[in-house]
C-alpha cells in the first residue's frame, strides 16, 4: 500500500497498512507547506504543515517529510482507516505572500 | 464557532445570469479568500482580501468580483455566468498572511452549474 517517489493521481490501500502520499512543489522561495484532507462534498481541511527550517514533523497517526533539495513533500499515514478515504492536497506558502498554491491531489481509497 | 459559512450549497444558473455567493467567517480573521475547484483538480486563486475594504485577483479572477466591506463577511460576484464558470467554489480564511497561521480554514463549498 505505500507509494513513494512518484506523485500519482489515486492511491488504494488496504486498511491497516501505511500510505505515503507524495507532492512535488514548485517554488524553491516557499518556506511553509500544509497537508489538506477532502472528504466527498466538503471543504479541506488542515491535517499538518511543516515549516522549511524542518524536515520531519510528526501528528497523530501521520507524518509530512519535507525534502527542499528535490522540492518534495509526503504525507505517511500509519495504519490507514477507513475514514482516511479521501483526497489529499499540499499546499504551500511563500513568507510575504498571502496566499496558499495547492497541489493537484491524490485520491486515496481504503479497501477493507 | 461557526467557522466560513457558504451559501447557497448548490446552484444552476443560465449562461448570461448574475448572481453572488455569501460567504461569512466568525473567526475575526483578517484575511480571506475565493478558490474554485475544478472536477480531478486543485484549488485555484480567484480573489483574496487581507482586511475590511481591501481586495486583490488572484490567478483566475477573470469573469467575477469581489468585495470585503466588513471583516466577517466577503462575497463572490458573478455578472455573466458562462459554462466555463461551472465549478465548486470554496471560501476560506486565516489569521496570518504567510508562515504558520495561513492555514486557511474552509466553507464546505457551493457548486455552480451553469446551463
Known amino acids: 500500500g505505500e507509494n513513494v517517489g512518484l506523485h500519482l493521481p489515486t492511491l488504494s490501500v488496504q486498511e491497516g497498512d501505511n500510505s505515503i502520499i507524495n507532492c512535488a512543489y514548485s517554488?524553491?522561495?516557499?518556506?511553509?507547506f500544509i497537508w489538506y484532507k477532502q472528504e466527498s462534498g466538503k471543504g479541506p481541511q488542515f491535517i499538518i504543515d511543516i515549516r522549511s527550517n524542518m524536515d520531519k514533523r510528526q501528528g497523530q497517526r501521520v507524518t509530512v517529510l519535507l525534502n527542499k533539495t528535490v522540492k518534495h513533500l509526503s504525507l505517511q499515514i500509519a495504519a490507514t482507516q477507513p475514514g482516511d478515504s479521501a483526497v489529499y492536497f499540499c499546499?504551500?506558502?511563500?513568507?510575504?505572500?498571502?496566499?496558499?498554491?495547492f497541489g493537484a491531489g491524490t485520491t486515496v481509497t481504503v479497501r477493507a | 464557532n461557526a467557522g466560513v459559512t457558504q451559501t447557497p450549497k448548490f446552484r444552476i444558473l443560465k449562461i448570461g445570469q448574475s448572481m453572488t455567493l455569501q460567504c461569512t467567517q466568525d473567526?475575526?480573521?483578517?484575511?480571506m479568500y475565493w478558490y474554485r475547484q475544478d472536477p480531478g483538480m486543485g484549488l485555484k486563486l480567484i480573489y483574496y482580501?487581507?482586511?475590511?475594504?481591501?481586495?486583490d485577483k488572484g490567478e483566475v479572477p477573470n469573469g467575477y468580483n469581489v468585495s470585503r466591506s466588513t471583516t466577517e463577511d466577503f462575497p463572490l460576484r458573478l455578472e455573466l455566468a458562462a459554462p466555463s464558470q461551472t465549478s465548486v467554489y470554496f471560501c476560506a480564511s486565516s489569521y496570518s498572511s504567510s508562515g504558520a497561521g495561513t492555514e486557511a480554514f474552509f466553507g464546505q463549498g457551493t457548486r455552480l452549474t451553469v446551463v
Open positions: 473567526m475575526n480573521h483578517n484575511y
Open positions: 517554488n524553491s522561495a516557499s518556506d511553509y
Open positions: 499546499a504551500e506558502n511563500m513568507e510575504g505572500d498571502y496566499k496558499l498554491s
Open positions: 482580501s487581507v482586511g475590511a475594504g481591501i481586495t
